[in-house]
Nanobody, 128 residues
């Protein structure tokens, strides 16, 4: 089983950049999807970006397109979330997740049921 471990959070000013890293420790052989989600108090966890290996797909939420990118280094078994032009509304706890799931007919890439294991989260604060 894979155990995601996040790092790289912090505080930045609006317009700044951060890169989050997520080490997928353990056996990644069966993993199909790896993604980043974020959550603020009182709101539901929302999908930010994901990679689906079997589908050969990279997915980004509309609210981060053009600013964020996701990548996977297979040799390091590490997923990266590169964030640029950060906005105050990007503030939140960012969670890395991995799973065996595939995108079902009628389903979405950010369906939580596709992800089996979650990291502890890393805080990102965007403020002047």
């Amino acid at each position: 089983q894979v155990h995601p471990v996040e790092s790289g959070g912090g505080s930045v000013q609006p317009g700044g950049s951060l890169t989050l890293s997520c080490l997928m420790s353990g056996n990644t052989g069966s993993t199909n999807c790896m993604g980043w989600f974020r959550q603020v108090p009182g709101k539901r966890r929302e999908g930010v970006a994901a990679i689906y290996l079997a589908e050969d797909g990279i997915y980004l939420a509309d609210f981060v397109k053009g600013r964020f990118s996701i990548s996977y280094d297979n040799a390091k078994t590490t997923v990266y979330l590169q964030m640029q032009n950060l906005k105050p509304e990007d503030t939140g706890t960012y969670y890395c997740a991995a799973g065996l799931g595939r995108i079902r007919s009628g389903g979405m890439w950010y369906d939580l049921q596709n992800f089996n294991t979650w990291g502890q989260g890393t805080q990102v604060t965007v403020s002047s």
